[in-house]
């Protein structure tokens, strides 16, 4: 399966933006979604996940601000980020695994900058 993020922006602080993550293949059957991110200088962060079955998890920095969510059936993964900070400022990837928390395949990022 190949990944191809979009969505990333130039956004104020405070503001919300929406990634997709699109997949070339069906992802009915892929266990783990997931979004990481990696800003300047810094190291890749988790972001969050959805599980096919429906488990999620957020990233102590994101929780209550960001959501995941997947649509099987049209191959995309959501990432709605609201309330955003300028410390939210990265790429942000969507990565694929077919075993809890393990990511075999990977986008190439969108951008998303929060800065006014």
């Known amino acids: 399966v190949q990944l191809v993020e979009s969505g990333g922006d130039l956004v104020q602080p405070g503001g919300s933006l929406r990634l997709s993550c699109a997949a070339s293949?069906?992802?009915?059957?892929?266990?783990?979604m997931a979004w990481f991110r990696q800003g300047p200088g810094k190291q890749r962060e988790f972001v969050a996940r959805m599980t096919v079955i429906g488990g999620i998890d957020y990233g102590d920095a994101v929780k209550g601000r960001f959501t995941i969510s997947r649509d099987n059936a049209a191959n995309l993964v959501y990432l709605q980020m609201n309330s955003l900070k300028p410390e939210d400022t990265a790429v942000y990837y969507c990565a694929s695994g077919n075993s809890p928390v393990k990511y075999d395949t990977w986008g190439q990022g969108t951008q998303v900058t929060v800065s006014s």
């Open positions: 293949e069906s992802i009915r059957s892929i266990y783990d």
